[in-house]
């Protein structure tokens, strides 16, 4: 028996990807929404849009508890995608609310908390004043695991359309077929994952007791590269080289301190996976696991096939 799913933030950037997700892998999926939408036609349109696949639609607010726990009360797993990235919103800190209900509920048999990004766990030393996101995400989980809730952790690394489509150059989402500007000596590895197999990995673990309060990593092997291997993989594409120059550790950051406070909590993100390497630096060792190596019949999106889309 497959279990009923609460996604929250269902119609933001992943969320989206994850009602598509679970409905496709025979969830019955449901669906919050506030009751005060407002005008937003295309949010309107894509709730209808999720309704008309098979999805219901629930009606709850993080400023009245009740309403989250009476929606929580009709599923098994809650998965939330609330915006944790400046440039869009930072709302992690929301998601106490509702640990707050799904403890109340005492139903839920897992939760995913916003999370498909870096491990936070293991950015204790990020630097200002991008950690806040790390340290909110490692509030969330305290906060899960004192009120005993069932987990899982996923750390999704780079979303291939912000990193990708740009050729790893914060401020782009489009590759020139001109120039790069390489990041340190662009030889850092990070790991890079379309958006869709993300939720995908997601919807799987759900049910899976393997992953149960546990840290899921998805790094699918072929998408672990550097900047540059990126940029070849686009040359070799388009069948022409780059003209490429390079941004020093000291110029990046120089450049950072002059941006406004959301643009800084972005490159310092950038910073620490371009820099640094901190995606790809260290082994998943014993009490975690990865997407990819668990789940073998997902035809993962390889780096090569997701550039294809820009030609």
């Not at 939330?80 to 048999?109: F, P, T, Y």
């Not at 782009?172 to 990070?190: H, M, T, W, Y």
């Not at 958006?195 to 998408?223: C, F, G």
Request: charge should be negative.
């Amino acid at each position: 028996m497959k279990s009923k799913v609460l996604i929250v933030g269902g119609t933001g950037y992943l969320g989206k990807r994850l009602v598509k997700a679970s409905l496709a892998q025979g969830h019955e999926t449901y669906v919050l929404h506030r009751e005060e939408i407002g005008v937003d036609i295309e949010k309107v349109q894509m709730l209808l849009s999720f309704k008309q696949q098979g999805a219901h639609l629930v009606i709850g607010s993080f400023n009245d508890h009740q309403s989250l726990v009476k929606v929580v009360k009709l599923v098994d797993v809650v998965i939330c995608a609330i915006s944790g990235v400046h440039i869009r919103s930072h709302q992690i800190l929301l998601q106490l609310k509702l640990v707050d209900a799904i403890k109340e509920a005492g139903n839920v048999k897992r939760f995913l908390p916003s999370e498909f990004g870096t491990d936070p766990a293991r950015m204790e030393n990020a630097m200002e004043p991008g950690r806040v996101t790390f340290d909110d995400k490692m509030v969330v989980r305290r906060a899960i695991e004192e009120a005993g809730i069932p987990f899982t952790y996923i750390s999704a690394n780079c979303f291939a359309g912000y990193f990708l489509g740009g050729l790893c150059q914060p401020g782009f989402i489009l590759p020139s077929r001109e120039q790069v500007r390489l990041l340190g000596d662009g030889n850092q590895k990070a790991i890079y994952v379309d958006e869709d197999d993300i939720a995908t990995y997601s919807i799987k673990t759900i049910d899976d007791p393997r992953t149960l309060n546990k840290t899921v990593y998805i790094r699918p092997a072929q998408n672990i590269l550097s900047q540059r291997e990126v940029v070849q993989i686009w040359e070799k594409l388009i069948g022409k080289e780059l003209l490429k120059s390079s941004i020093s550790e000291q110029e990046f950051l120089a450049i950072m301190k002059e941006q406004d406070y959301a643009e800084q909590v972005g490159l310092t993100h950038y910073y620490h996976v371009c820099y640094e390497g901190c995606l790809a630096n260290f082994e998943i060792g014993d009490g975690a696991e990865e997407a990819s190596k668990l789940y073998p019949e997902v035809k993962y999106t390889t780096v090569e096939e997701y550039m294809t889309r820009y030609l």
